[in-house]
């Protein structure tokens, strides 16, 4: 194809050429067909038309020119041949880097799904290192069951058997070092079993989620088990739950069981005469135990009647925002039942904002007995009764914060104390005492948690 259109263009040289050489002298340069570089000259004659016994003459000599000339373009084009294979070299080469690119693609995207799958093996991994750091710390509050058969040789003997000096082996220091970390009064047993009676308050176990709420009128209320039933028709599986948020907090909502309350489905919501005021209220024996929205007043409402069976006017007690806790929420009384019975944890204007509490009749509501503490109501975020002891919560929105103050009924005394306390959610806003599961019930953001608690036995002669 190139051949062709060289002729043609020389073609077309050699007649423009052949009419301007008639008009002017010309001079050419040219190779010959050794590659020489030839230069001819050419004037026409001004009286001579043609060149007698010439053969073509100049018009000849220049078509004879053009065609060594177009023998030379040839002799290129055909040596270029080589060239093309040069070209194709690279050609190749640049089709080896796409290939090259390509693989470095594939190992990349091959790299990065090894990281995907390396980082779920993590946190699959740091899952179960917190089930395990959860067992172990559930080991460490538990007492060590030894054999009976070992028991029984040692008391036989009344001396520590030879074999004993394995004892002192690093392994047995590192477990006598970690049960040591709980004090050993905490880990008294009857019977060989765990002490299940009251005591003071050993630890507070990570948190429970059992159910969301899903508006707004959920941000925070009262979910509860009654500790004591009284027997048909609400049974100790019941689940009872209020969403106090709202100005006209009537509706207490009965599930059948954790599973329906966990599911969504009431089976019954009963309409209270009065309305609630925040998330003071509390269940015990068939009875649902609250403070009448802007007042003082306290009812105790029958759940199987659904009717009110007693009130009382607590005396002298702060309400509606005068001495709460220090998240708000009108929670200037709060009532709460234990192993003990029925109690009320408010504050008073004699007390100056100190936390008082007093013992209740659960049937009439009458007030038993009163003490008063030096904890201010205004500086803890919730509080709750267990085996007769009040205990309080640092606070309501940090995430990692304690148990930090414990007053003892019986002894008229209180101290500080810094018992782990989680809130998971950032704003524990009720936590309540079930005596009979031993679990704090706590509302914490729309989020309805329990909490495993641990009470250990007291020695006679402490506080």
């Known amino acids: 194809m190139w051949l062709q259109v060289s002729v043609l263009y020389l073609s077309c040289l050699v007649l423009v050429s052949h009419s301007q050489g008639q008009e002017r002298a010309s001079q050419r340069r040219f190779n010959d067909r050794n590659g020489r570089c030839q230069y001819s000259f050419t004037v026409a004659s001004p009286e001579e038309s043609s060149c007698p016994g ?89 007492p060590c069951q030894q054999g009976r058969a070992s028991a029984g040789v040692t008391h036989q003997s009344g001396q520590r058997p030879a074999s004993d000096t394995a004892y002192g082996n690093a392994a047995y220091q590192e477990m006598k070092a970690e049960v040591t970390e709980v004090p050993a009064s905490h880990l008294l047993t009857e019977g060989g079993r765990n002490f299940t009676g009251c005591g003071e308050l050993v630890s507070v176990g990570d948190p ?162 009163t003490w008063e503490t030096n904890i201010r109501k205004n500086t803890v975020a919730n509080a709750f009764m267990a085996c007769g002891r009040l205990y309080t919560v640092a606070s309501y929105a940090a995430p990692n914060t304690t148990v930090n103050h414990v007053f003892d009924t019986a002894t008229g005394a209180g101290r500080a104390i810094a018992l782990p306390f989680k809130n998971k959610y950032r704003y524990n806003s009720m936590v309540d005492y079930n005596h009979a599961q031993r679990k704090l019930y706590a509302w914490d953001n729309f989020h309805m948690i329990t909490y495993d608690v641990r009470l250990g036995r007291v020695n006679s002669g402490s506080s």
């Open 54 to 142: 010439g053969s073509g003459g100049p018009q000849m000599e220049g078509v004879l020119s053009r065609l060594t000339l177009l023998e030379a373009l040839v002799s290129r084009l055909v040596g270029g041949e080589e060239g093309a294979t040069g070209t194709a070299d690279v050609i190749e080469g640049e089709g080896g880097l796409r290939d090259a690119y390509a693989h470095a693609t594939e190992e990349r995207n091959r790299l990065q799904q090894e990281k995907e799958h390396l980082n779920v093996q993590l946190q699959e991994l740091q899952k179960r290192v917190d089930e395990l750091s959860l067992e172990a710390e559930t080991l460490r509050q538990s």
């Open 208 to 369: 429970v989620l059992h159910k969301k709420a899903d508006s707004i009128t959920g941000k925070y209320g009262v979910w509860l088990q009654d500790p004591e039933p009284q027997g048909p028709p609400y049974p100790g599986k019941t689940v009872w739950r209020i969403d106090t948020v709202g100005k006209d907090v009537r509706q207490l909502f009965a599930y059948e069981d954790m599973e329906q309350f966990i599911r969504g489905f009431p089976m019954k919501v009963l309409v209270l005469p009065e309305p609630v005021e925040s998330t003071g209220a509390t269940l015990y024996r068939g009875s649902l135990y609250y403070q009448r929205r802007r007042s003082r007043t306290l009812i105790r409402y029958d759940l199987a009647s659904e009717s009110p069976a007693a009130r009382l006017e607590l005396p002298h007690a702060s309400f509606h925002g005068q001495h709460p806790y220090s998240w708000g929420g009108y929670t200037d009384i709060d009532l709460a039942a234990d192993e003990q019975g029925l109690w009320v944890i408010y504050s008073t204007s004699k007390a100056k904002g100190a936390i008082v509490i007093s013992r209740l009749d659960p049937e009439s509501l009458e007030v038993k007995k």
